[in-house]
């Protein structure tokens, strides 16, 4: 999984509770990326972030939130407005420059509610 | 946006035998095209990728060929092993101007059997 740490592995929620899943990476990436994966099926961007202290909507944010105040650190908060966050969630980084689109994966994290 | 469909969904091959599975994409500046390896459980691994100015891509057992003009690209796996077993997943990206957002088929459940 080159140098990407998710965890916990598995994290499970309560009704009505917000919960944090950590994405580290040690490879000096500039840009790092949150997707959902549903059973069965593709994997879907919530948010990216290309530089420290920015970051950008997905195609699915509503419900989540990030915050990107280190290179190496992109943790994304699955809110109590997410309604239905029973889902693999997986991080990527991709290295610096303009031809260098590669993302590398992290595990994963499976969210389950309770 | 870039939307990007695979066929098959799955596919049953025998030990030996190639597998063949292939993508559209629509957004005609999409110049970047991944393929990844995704086993239970884990974290999506890239096993080769073709940018957009290579028609063909080869790296031992595993080929990538992209038709810039028809808008697909086909992943092709010969002599499969049990080892190949997986699912598959293909993508596209446009680029920096795109925020280098990957935007991934459907997936492949591959399997093969000895």
């Known amino acids: 999984d080159g140098g990407i740490t998710q965890s916990p592995k598995y994290l499970f929620r309560k009704e009505g509770q917000n919960v944090t899943l950590s994405c580290e990476q040690n490879?000096?990436?500039?840009?790092m990326y949150w997707y959902r994966q549903d059973p069965g099926q593709g994997l879907r961007l919530i948010y990216y972030?290309?530089?420290?202290?920015?970051?950008q909507k997905g195609d699915i944010a509503e419900g989540y939130s990030v915050s990107r105040e280190k290179k190496e650190s992109f943790p994304l908060t699955v809110t109590s407005a997410q309604k239905n966050p029973t889902a693999f969630y997986l991080c990527?980084?991709?290295?610096?420059?303009?031809?260098?689109?590669?993302?590398?994966f992290g595990p994963g994290t499976r969210l389950l509610v309770l | 946006g870039e939307n990007v469909e695979q066929h098959p969904s799955t596919l049953s091959v025998q030990e030996g035998d190639s597998a063949v599975i292939k993508c559209t994409y629509s957004d005609s500046a999409s110049n970047y095209f991944p393929w990844y390896k995704q086993e239970l459980g884990k974290g999506p691994q890239l096993i080769i990728d073709i940018r957009s100015n290579v028609g063909e891509k080869k790296d031992q057992r595993i080929a990538v060929t992209l038709n810039k003009t028809a808008k697909h690209f086909s992943l092709h796996i010969t002599e499969t092993q049990p080892e190949d077993s997986a699912v598959y997943f293909c993508a596209a990206s446009g680029g920096w101007a795109a925020g280098n957002k990957l935007t991934f088929g459907g997936g492949t459940r591959v399997l093969v059997k000895p």
């Open positions: 990527a980084s991709r290295r610096p420059g303009t031809s260098g689109e590669t993302q590398y």
């Open positions: 972030s290309q530089i420290v202290n920015d970051f």
């Open positions: 490879l000096n990436h500039d840009a």
